[in-house]
Structures are given as structure tokens and as C-alpha cells.
């Protein structure tokens, strides 16, 4: 069983930059492709960003792409997501999930564990 905590989110002017973390524990994080999605109130649960295992891949949400970027240490058991140039509508819970399936990873039910999210907050 695998348990993510992310952590790093918090209110920001539009413009301004915040980097998430996710820490991972209980599994063999190497072997897990890690995503980071987003939810707004009365939105669905959104793509935002992927990562294969060794960080050689990486996939983005048309909305973020230029703006965000994820990477990962698989020494620290950590997945990141540096977010710049951010806008009120990137407002939203944000969640970090893994999975250890060859699935598209655009898609939430790719994935095995979640966290618990982490509010992000863009105030124009």
C-alpha cells in the first residue's frame, strides 16, 4: 500500500509561483508513474501533469503546459510540481496519484493511490 502526502499549496497573486510536493511511503516509488490533478468546486477531477518512473517522460494539461513543470527523486520518494505564472483558474484542490500500471496517465482511473490534496489558491 502506498500513502502520498502532498504538500506546498497555499493562496498566491495571479502571477506568482508555488511549488507542490507529494511525498511517497509504503511502496517502491521508483516503479510508480506519478500524476498531479486538479479539482475545482462542481468540476471534475482534471489532468494536470504525469511523470514516468526514471522522470524521462513527462505529460502535460494543454492549460499548464509553459507554466507548470513536474519532476521527481526517486532517492527522496518525492514528486514535485513547480507552478509558475499562475492564474485564478488554476484555483483548486490538487492531488498527486500513483500508479504502477502501463495505462494513459491522463486519466484519473490510471491510477492506484491518491493523496489527500493540497488547496491552491489564486486570488486576481
Known amino acids: 500500500q502506498v500513502q502520498l502526502v502532498e504538500s506546498g499549496g497555499g493562496l498566491v497573486q495571479a502571477g506568482g509561483s508555488l511549488r507542490l510536493s507529494c511525498a511517497a511511503s509504503g511502496g517502491t516509488f521508483s516503479t510508480y508513474i506519478m500524476g498531479w490533478f486538479r479539482q475545482a468546486p462542481g468540476k471534475e477531477r482534471e489532468f494536470v501533469a504525469a511523470?514516468?518512473?526514471?522522470?524521462?517522460?513527462?505529460y502535460y494539461a494543454d492549460s499548464v503546459k509553459g507554466r507548470f513543470t513536474i519532476s521527481r527523486d526517486n532517492a527522496k520518494n518525492t514528486v514535485y510540481l513547480q507552478m509558475n505564472s499562475l492564474k485564478p483558474e488554476d484555483t483548486a484542490v490538487h492531488y498527486c496519484?500513483?500508479?504502477?500500471?502501463?495505462?494513459?496517465?491522463?486519466?484519473?482511473?490510471?491510477?492506484?493511490?491518491w493523496g489527500q490534496g493540497t488547496q491552491v489558491t489564486v486570488s486576481s
Open positions: 496519484a500513483a500508479t504502477g500500471r502501463l495505462l494513459t496517465p491522463r486519466v484519473p482511473a490510471s491510477y492506484d493511490y
Open positions: 511523470i514516468s518512473w526514471s522522470g524521462s517522460m513527462t
